[in-house]
């Protein structure tokens, strides 16, 4: 099996983008109105570009992450661990669940969830969308698990009414879970996390809720108490800000108990020896003390911001790249250009955007250029999508002027790879931020 993170792929990464000294440049110019309507971000940040993670460290966080390791059974990790950890539960908006971090990507969160939860032969519901979610499925069945697939239509969201069906059929509750992935980060698309919830209630089914949250969590909203779920998922290398490397699982009661009941082997993420009282107190090992310094100064960041002021920077920038790519695609009236690729507008991530290529064209040609002329970082499409969609990351520290720079740098690389599209799509992308601006500054007024 191929195992990729979702990075750049094997392009270059190049080390400053012009987008950042684009984005220097213009937020020295900045009009008082728009500093005034987004809170300017992102004045120390090293951008690489947009890939959709990992994605710009703060310097903040950089230089948060950048002590001595202390003891780690010492009251000061000890404080600085249970403080970051109960304030990650307010970015999770779970009080009654508790949060474990594991030094290991979002891949170790996934093995450790199935790890903890199941038996060999447990069957599981894999909400199939793309490419993560086949990839957790993948961990499913090496742990012994059943697999079952409800698949999403292409380019399209899942339907939970398909789950609820699926569920019905399930007389003997055989299904001991279902799984999703809130954002598909390989095809951009968000799918219906509250609604899927909703139509496991009407199934009446008892199966456990698993949500991977990894590239929405501290994008756009998620909602672990009110929706339900049982476990979720996080990383580190996306909405958080951090470096690649850290992850988490949040646990409701429900989770905690199926976890001391399940056969699975496990050790190094056996939740039973990491927690005490509710609480994570061990790491299988030495603790990743560094992470918790990172983790601890993202956490302010955010908390700073607001984090309902997070998701509508994420929402601003998102709407703005989408009239970017809705402009690119205008190439005759009935398009003709690169697409957004989920096909339902409310299907489309706040966090990145998949733009699909037009027939016959390579769009990592696009991202070739993109990276080696403009010093922009593009993500490549996965499996089955490889050459025919590449990848818009606007999640994490992130402002207008870095994403414009970098839609400008597409422009010119769609531009020098032939590939059919109208022009002015920053422009498009500049409408988008100014109207809900002009709507903030007039409601302050
Ligand atoms: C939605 C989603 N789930 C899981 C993963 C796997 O995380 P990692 O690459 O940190 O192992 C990723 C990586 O990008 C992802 O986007």
Redesign the pocket.
Known sequence: MEVE??NIGQGGVVKLASACCFAAAVVCAMPVQTALAAPPRSAGAVSRGLPP?PTNIPLRVLHAMAKPAVDFTGPEFTALRDRSLERLKGVLKTWQGFVIAYAA????A?DASIANLFSPGDKVLVCQAGY?SENWSTTARQYGLEVEAVVAPDRRAIDPNAVAERLAADNGHAIKAVLI?Q???ATGMRHPVAEVRAAMNRAKHPALYLV?T??SLASYDFRMDEWGVDLVVG?S?KGLMLP?GM?FTAINARAWEAAQNARNPRRYWDWRTMVEGGRQLRFCGTAPIAFFYGLDESLDMIEEEGLENVFARHRRLAEATRACVRAWGAVSPRGGGPEIYPLDAEAASDSLTAVLCPPGHDADRVRAIASERFGVALGRGLAALQGRVFRIGHMGELNEPMLLGTLGGIELALAEAGMPHARGGVDAAMDALRAPATARIAAVA
């Open positions: 993170a979702d993670g990507s979002g891949h170790g996934w993560f992935v954002n598909e980060t991977d990894i590239s990383g290398q690649p992850s």
